[in-house]
């Protein structure tokens, strides 16, 4: 049986970090461990480079990333032979920040390729930004429509969600959090 081949490949690492600082209304978080298991960059190179190996000669990979960690993941990518396309912005919509300095109100999701770059939908050329805006849910959940997005500029191809934490229509997954009985990429 011939092995599923992705052309697009959606990252979210678990960055190794902790909770924010101290902060008045939350106390007791400060430089806790996050809710979820954290890696260290050369764990998620390692992983990705298994994973990736699963692309298409040509294919995209959506990799988000912190500004902690922007040039280290986009040359972590560029390691694993990718090219940087566009570097597109999450405007969190976080309220008031806190009393440090500057409260980190976006995250980035870096727009790569290997080989070369897919073809969009022909109708969406020129619609997407790249600074798009939705309200943070939870801590570390990614927007809804990044996917919406990427589903609308490459709309009939084999996509690959890592480190997912739940199953989306259309997609494959491999996570920690994806029960077992729904990935569909195992380790």
Not at 147 to 166: D, M, S, V
Request: hydrophobic letters at 35%; zero cysteines.
């Amino acid at each position: 049986m011939k092995e599923k081949k992705y052309q697009i490949f959606y990252i979210d690492p678990p960055y190794d970090q902790n909770k924010g600082g101290k902060k008045k209304v939350r106390p007791k978080t400060s430089g806790e461990k996050l809710d979820y298991k954290v890696i260290s960059l050369e764990k998620i190179k390692e992983i990705m480079q298994e994973k990736l190996k699963l692309g298409d000669e040509n294919n995209v990979l959506f990799l988000w990333t912190i500004d902690k960690y922007l040039f280290q993941s986009q040359k972590i990518a560029e390691e694993l032979g990718y090219k940087l396309h566009a570097r597109m912005i999450w405007d969190k919509v976080t309220g008031i920040p806190a009393a440090f300095t500057v409260r980190y109100g976006h995250e980035y999701l870096l727009y790569m390729y290997k080989g070369k770059l897919l073809k969009i939908a022909l109708e969406e050329r020129g619609k997407i930004h790249t600074i798009f805006r939705e309200q943070v849910k939870k801590h570390s959940e990614k927007p809804s429509i990044a996917y919406r997005i990427i589903e609308r500029l490459y709309p009939n191809t084999n996509k690959l969600e890592l480190f997912a934490r739940k199953r989306r229509q259309g997609w494959d997954s491999w996570g920690d959090e994806v029960p077992n009985e729904q990935q569909t990429i195992f380790r």
